[in-house]
């Protein structure tokens, strides 16, 4: 995949359309995958591609472990991913503690139309941001994501903690 492909953000892959396809479409596939495949499985998979388009960002971006200033580099992540980019997520908030990296994300695309009382996890999302992390940390991370509970509206935090 070349570089503007990953991170399109003018008409260059349909040129009539536009390079955006409706957050309803996308979580019509999601469910779609889910119904297939069972929850758990899917999110397996979800989970996966977005690892290997994370990792692929960071590439694109040129982040590496001499870079690891990680607030920086989300930075250039946040641009790559919120509104001036793909508009996959904003990110909100990042720490990075001893044990592991928080990260909290605003309108994570998997979030889109849920009320208030979902579950909706976000595998996608969690694995952008995991490959990324690793991509970067040059070592792997177990992801994971808060509780969907503890959840306010369209926010949520993920945690990164080194394997």
């Not at 200033?69 to 001036?84: A, F």
């Not at 793909?86 to 990260?103: A, G, M, P, Y």
Request: a negative charge; aromatic letters at 4%; charged letters at 25%.
């Amino acid at each position: 995949m070349n570089d503007n492909r990953m991170m399109a953000t003018a008409n260059i892959l349909r040129p009539i359309l536009g390079d955006y396809v409706n957050v309803m479409d996308y979580k019509a596939l999601l469910d779609g995958i889910e119904d297939t495949m069972g929850s758990k499985a899917a999110a397996v998979i979800i989970t996966a591609a977005g690892r290997a388009y994370g990792k692929k960002i960071a590439t694109t971006l040129g982040a590496s472990i001499e870079t690891k200033d990680l607030p920086t580099i989300l930075k250039r992540l946040n641009t790559s991913l919120g509104q001036e980019g793909t508009r996959l997520c904003i990110i909100d908030e990042i720490s990075q503690q001893e044990n592991f990296i928080r990260v909290k994300v605003v309108e994570p695309v998997e979030m889109s139309g849920e009320t208030s009382d979902s579950i909706r996890m976000c595998p996608f999302t969690l694995g952008v941001l995991n490959g990324f992390i690793d991509q970067i940390m040059q070592k792997r991370h177990q992801a994971r994501q808060i509780a969907v509970a503890d959840q306010l509206g369209l926010q949520t935090e993920f945690e990164f903690t080194p394997i």
